[in-house]
């Protein structure tokens, strides 16, 4: 069973940064698919970057390409997610998944495992 444990979550002002973690509780050679999704209050969950990871090809949704970048680290079975010039809008809460599965999609039922999330806010 993989756990998934977020962490780096805070409060920062806009143009600010961040550094999202998400530890794995075991090895998740099985999960080809790494991904954060956010929510925000009031509105559905969203996909925000994915990482294939026999190939470390990344995706991300169109809000935040250019500012955040998604990587693993295999030695520490970590993901991470850079969040730089964070805005108002990228408030919510973002969580890391773990899916079984050969494309990458931002899509909810494609994830089998999840973490708890960590609550992100970014002040104006």
């Known amino acids: 069973q993989v756990q998934l444990t977020e962490s780096g979550g805070g409060s920062v002002q806009a143009g600010g940064s961040l550094r999202l973690s998400c530890a794995a509780s075991?090895?998740?050679?099985?999960?080809?698919?790494m991904g954060w999704f956010r929510q925000a209050p009031g509105k559905e969950r969203e996909g925000v970057a994915t990482i294939y990871t026999p190939s470390g090809i990344t995706n991300y949704a169109d809000s935040v390409k250019g500012r955040f970048t998604i990587s693993k680290d295999n030695a520490k079975n970590t993901l991470y997610l850079q969040m730089n010039s964070l805005k108002p809008e990228d408030t919510a809460m973002y969580f890391c998944a773990a899916a079984s599965v050969y494309i990458c999609r931002f899509v909810e039922y494609d994830y089998s495992f999840w973490g708890q999330g960590t609550q992100v806010t970014v002040s104006s």
């Open positions: 075991e090895y998740t050679y099985s999960s080809n698919c």
